[in-house]
Nanobody
Framework: QVQLVESGGGLVQAGGSLRLSCAAS????????TGWYRQAPGKQRDLVAS???????NYADSVKGRFTISRDDAKNTVYLQMNGLRPEETAVYYC?????????WGQGTQVTVSS
């Protein structure tokens, strides 16, 4: 199994920045990719960004150029640097790991962007 702990959410003004962290423990050698998703109230959970074990990244069109996903293997942590945040990006942000044992989700961290 893989355990995930997210942190870094909070309240920020529009145009501001936050950095989310997703720390993994357990069978981390089996992780194939890590992604950040977000879910606003009453909406579906959508992919924001992902990074594979080989370092290939993928972004939702709406965040390209503003968000950056990165990985620190020494800390078993994936980061999501979010710049230029918009009020409509207020949501719970979740970390998801795809591993050879299955898919695992973190508990989520709230990001609130005020206008």
């Amino acid at each position: 199994q893989v355990q995930l702990v997210e942190s870094g959410g909070g309240l920020v003004q529009a145009g501001g920045s936050l950095r989310l962290s997703c720390a993994a423990s357990g069978m981390i050698s089996r992780i194939l990719s890590t992604g950040w998703y977000r879910q606003a109230p009453g909406k579906q959970r959508d992919l924001v960004a992902s990074i594979t074990g080989g370092g290939t990244t993928n972004y939702a069109d709406s965040v390209k150029g503003r968000f950056t996903i990165s990985r620190d293997d020494a800390k078993n942590t994936v980061y999501l640097q979010m710049n230029g945040l918009r009020p409509e990006e207020t949501a719970v942000y979740y970390c998801k790991v795809v591993s050879t044992y299955g898919n695992y989700w973190g508990q989520g961290t709230q990001v609130t962007v005020s206008s």
